[in-house]
Nanobody
Framework: QVQLVESGGGLVQAGGSLRLSCAPSRRAFSINFMSWYRRAPGKQRELVATITSGGTTNYADSVKGRFTISRDNAKNTVYLQMNSLKAEDTAVYYC????????WGQGTQVTVSS
């Protein structure tokens, strides 16, 4: 069973940056979509960004212009560069790989202090 492992979360001041990474425990094949989700306290999980195998990206309106999703197909890894962070970005961030199967990471905490 493939497990996804996120890293890069932490505590940062408003206006700062963080870079999240997500890699599988072993190679996952036929992955069409790599995505980042987040769940803030008291809120439902929301889709933050998605990138296709061809490199097409899509972002939630709340992060457009601040966050950038990218992927390294050779490393089977997805990244989320988060700039100009706001307090409302505080959440647990999860990665997801979707293809023949559906894989989720365990989540990494991002806390933005105002």
């Amino acid at each position: 069973q493939v497990q996804l492992v996120e890293s890069g979360g932490g505590l940062v001041q408003a206006g700062g940056s963080l870079r999240l990474s997500c890699a599988p425990s072993r190679r996952a094949f036929s992955i069409n979509f790599m995505s980042w989700y987040r769940r803030a306290p008291g809120k439902q999980r929301e889709l933050v960004a998605t990138i296709t195998s061809g490199g097409t990206t899509n972002y939630a309106d709340s992060v457009k212009g601040r966050f950038t999703i990218s992927r390294d197909n050779a490393k089977n890894t997805v990244y989320l560069q988060m700039n100009s962070l706001k307090a409302e970005d505080t959440a647990v961030y999860y990665c997801r790989f979707t293809g023949l199967d559906d894989y989720w990471g365990q989540g990494t905490q991002v806390t933005v202090s105002s």
